[in-house]
């Protein structure tokens, strides 16, 4: 079911000032960015081998992304799988108990179809499920 870590989501209070650690002080590069209006994020992604980094930045004072620093900090928010097969990981999971938090696939970062699953049934982790696009 799941491939690889596909990536790790860390909030961030204000995107360029972090991404100026990343890429000047790691030699990361950025190999995209993005608004995405549904989550209410500004993202940014940065390659580490297989993996990315996803640096969001909320866009809106009651967005998720605000939430999550206002009650924890910033830091990692999120990480994700990536599956080849959303459907079969949704029936996959459903069928063991698991709460999903998305019970449809919705539309992610990158065109990429996402789901993401319960904190309360993966042991306090926001765990994302990720069907990338052909290509991505």
Do not use: C, W
């Not at 620093?69 to 079969?88: L, P, V, Y």
């Not at 992610?108 to 993401?116: D, H, L, N, T």
């Amino acid at each position: 079911m799941i491939s690889i870590i596909d990536h790790i989501g860390i909030a961030v209070s204000n995107l360029e000032e972090t991404l100026n650690f990343y890429t000047e002080i790691l030699g990361l590069k950025v190999e995209k960015m993005e608004n995405h209006n549904e989550q209410k994020v500004k993202v940014a992604f940065l390659p580490v081998g297989e993996t990315e980094l996803e640096l969001l930045e909320s866009t809106d004072p009651e967005g998720p992304i605000t939430k999550f620093i206002k009650s924890k900090g910033e830091g990692i928010q999120h990480i994700a799988f990536r599956t080849g097969d959303i459907e079969n990981t949704i029936s996959y999971l459903k069928k063991r108990g698991i709460r999903l938090i998305d019970e449809r696939p919705r539309i992610g970062a990158g065109g990429s179809k996402i789901i993401f699953l319960h904190p309360k049934y993966t042991y306090g982790v926001l765990v994302e499920f990720v069907e990338r696009k052909e290509g991505l």
